[in-house]
């Protein structure tokens, strides 16, 4: 079992940077793909970026923007937010699992989830 906490959320303004973290407890993450995926009310949840072995992946709607780095030493994740957009607001969520390539962006391919963190980003 991983347990996984986020935390960073807030209010900021268009065009400010916030950096999310999500740290890990449990067995280690060592094993595991990880990603951050974000929900606004009345949508699905929507993957921002990810991690799987060697390779990053961004969702088009961040890509130039935002960045996740894995720290192994610590057993957690980040997600660095710049320029930031009010449509970027929505509860993030950091999750680990085994996708395969296919899969990177797929919800259903992680087996472990933070309680997310709202970020509301006012124009």
């Known amino acids: 079992q991983v347990q996984l906490v986020e935390s960073g959320g807030g209010l900021v303004q268009a065009g400010d940077s916030l950096r999310l973290s999500c740290a890990a407890s449990g067995n280690s993450l060592d094993s595991y793909s990880v990603a951050w995926f974000r929900q606004s009310p009345g949508k699905e949840r929507e993957f921002v970026t990810g991690?799987?072995?060697?390779?990053?992946y961004y969702a088009d709607s961040v890509k130039g923007r935002f960045s996740i780095v894995r720290d192994r030493t610590v057993g957690a994740i980040y997600l660095q937010m710049n320029s930031l957009r009010s449509e970027d607001t929505a509860v993030y969520y950091c999750a680990a699992g085994r996708p395969i390539t296919s899969t990177i962006r797929t919800t259903g391919a992680y087996y472990y989830w933070g309680q997310g963190t709202q970020v509301t980003v006012s124009s």
């Open positions: 991690i799987k072995g060697g390779s990053t």
